[in-house]
Nanobody
């Protein structure tokens, strides 16, 4: 599966952004989808994940209550709605796909190219 992330940009603290990740291929609905982020000088970290049906979602503690992951299997797209953004959310955000759930970036087989989110204070 090929992934294309979009929606990043510059936003003030407290603002919102919605990231999208469009997938190619007919097997999108068979993959767990995840969002990860990597800030300058830091390791890539788990942000959120969603099960194949969308019935189960998982979040990092740092974004719980502020970010919402969702998917539209008919449109082969996964979203990350980010509200109440903080400067520490600044990072390149990546979407990823894998047949099984995990919080380690190493466990995901397919990656999008990343989209930059910058939150100004």
């Amino acid at each position: 599966v090929q992934l294309q992330a979009s929606g990043g940009g510059l936003v003030q603290a407290g603002g919102s952004l919605r990231l999208s990740c469009a997938a190619s291929g007919r097997t999108f609905s068979s993959y767990f989808m995840g969002w990860f982020r990597q800030a300058p000088g830091k390791e890539r970290e788990f942000v959120a994940a969603i099960s194949q049906s969308g019935g189960s979602t998982f979040y990092a503690d740092s974004v719980k209550g502020r970010f919402t992951i969702s998917r539209d299997n008919a449109e082969n797209t996964v979203y990350l709605q980010m509200n109440s953004l903080k400067p520490e959310d600044t990072a390149v955000y990546y979407c990823a796909a894998d047949p099984t759930y995990g919080r380690s970036w190493a466990g995901y087989d397919y990656w999008g190219q990343g989209t930059l989110v910058t939150v100004s204070s």
